[in-house]
C-alpha cells in the first residue's frame, strides 16, 4: 500500500515526467526530506531535481528575510522599547520577564495580518476604558500603565525597522513581507507548477499565500 507521500510522488511524476519545474511545499523540512527520497527512487534516472521547501522556508526565499533568532529578537525588541521609552525604561532582566510575551503578541499580529494600527489604537482604547471611573483622577501609576500600552505601536515599528535594516525578522514579520512580495515571486515562477501538500490548519498569511499561488 502506498503512502501519502509516494501516492503524491507518483502522481506528479506521471503528469510531469520531467520534475524539474514543479516546487513541492510540505510543511516540515523532515516530510520534504522524505519526498525527496522518494522522488529519487521513483525516478530512477537523472533529471533536474525538483525544488522542495517547507513552508517556512518557502515564505522566507518569497520574503528575502532570514528568521533571526529568539534571543537576538528579544535583545532586538529592547533596544525598539528603549527608542521609545526613553524615561525610567526596566533593566533587560525585567524585560525579559514580558519582552517574551510581547515578541509573542507582535508575531501573532503579523501571522494573521492584522491590520496594525487599528488593532493598537483599539487595544489603547480597551485599556483606558478600563481605568475610566467618573470620580477618581489619574494617578502617576494609571499614567504610566496607559502609556506603556500606547506606546507600543511605535514600539511594533521601531522593532520592525531594526530588523528590516538587516534583512532579518521573526516568523510573523517574514510571513507578512513574503505576502508584499508575492507579486514579484510569482512573476519569477511563471514556468513552474506548484505542489502544496499535508497542510491542515493555516493561518491568514498562509492562507493567502497559498491560494493567490493556486489561483
Partial sequence: MQSFLEEVADLSLKAHPDPGDLIFVLPSKRAGSFLKNILAREVGRTVFSPRIYSIEDLVEHISDLEYDSNPQLLFELYQA??????????????????????LQDFNEIDRFLIPVGKFFSYLADVKKLEQWTATSE????????????????????????????????????????ACDALPAYLGSTTGNRHVFLGFNALNKAESLLIQTILQ
Avoid at 83 to 89: Q, R, S
Avoid at 95 to 101: E, P, Y
Fill in 81 to 102: 522599547y528603549l527608542d521609545c521609552i526613553p524615561e525610567d525604561p526596566d533593566s533587560f532582566y525585567d524585560f525579559c520577564k514580558w519582552g517574551q510575551t510581547l
Fill in 138 to 177: 489619574k494617578t502617576p501609576m494609571i499614567e504610566g500603565y496607559l502609556r506603556f500600552w500606547n506606546s507600543l505601536e511605535p514600539i511594533y515599528h521601531r522593532f520592525n525597522q531594526r530588523l528590516l535594516e538587516s534583512r532579518q525578522g521573526y516568523q510573523g514579520l517574514v510571513y507578512r513581507k
